[in-house]
Nanobody, 117 residues
């Protein structure tokens, strides 16, 4: 039932920034924890960041992106954002947003982020 749309990807040079957006239907978006995942080329999908439901005050960031990425709820737009700064080539991946892993039923279509010179 739940459908997730990740958007905002693109190509940037190393050191650049992007801000991804996540929206969803079929769930209580505001009350659900929302998670960003990514799948680099030739690698398995991995966890990136999580924001809790409700007030969204509890956040978890993967070690690989800690200090460079931030997750937050944009209440006015009913979206969850992933602010990505100081991007590195290893950040190149398809980025997906969804719910906690044990609740995922359909990954949908992610958004491509490419970091290269």
């Amino acid at each position: 039932q739940a459908q997730f749309v990740a958007s905002g990807g693109g190509w940037v040079q190393p050191g650049g920034s992007l801000r991804l957006s996540c929206s969803a239907s079929g769930i209580n978006f505001g009350d659900s924890a929302i998670v960003w995942y990514r799948q680099p080329p030739r690698k398995q999908r991995e966890f990136v960041a999580r924001v809790s439901g409700g007030t969204g005050t509890t956040k978890t960031i993967a070690d690989a992106v800690k200090g460079r990425f931030a997750i937050y709820r944009d209440i006015a737009r009913n979206t969850v954002r992933l602010q990505m700064d100081d991007l590195e080539p290893d950040d190149t991946a398809v980025y997906y947003c969804n719910v906690d892993i044990h609740l995922v039923r359909d990954w949908g279509q992610g958004t491509q982020v490419t970091v290269s010179s």
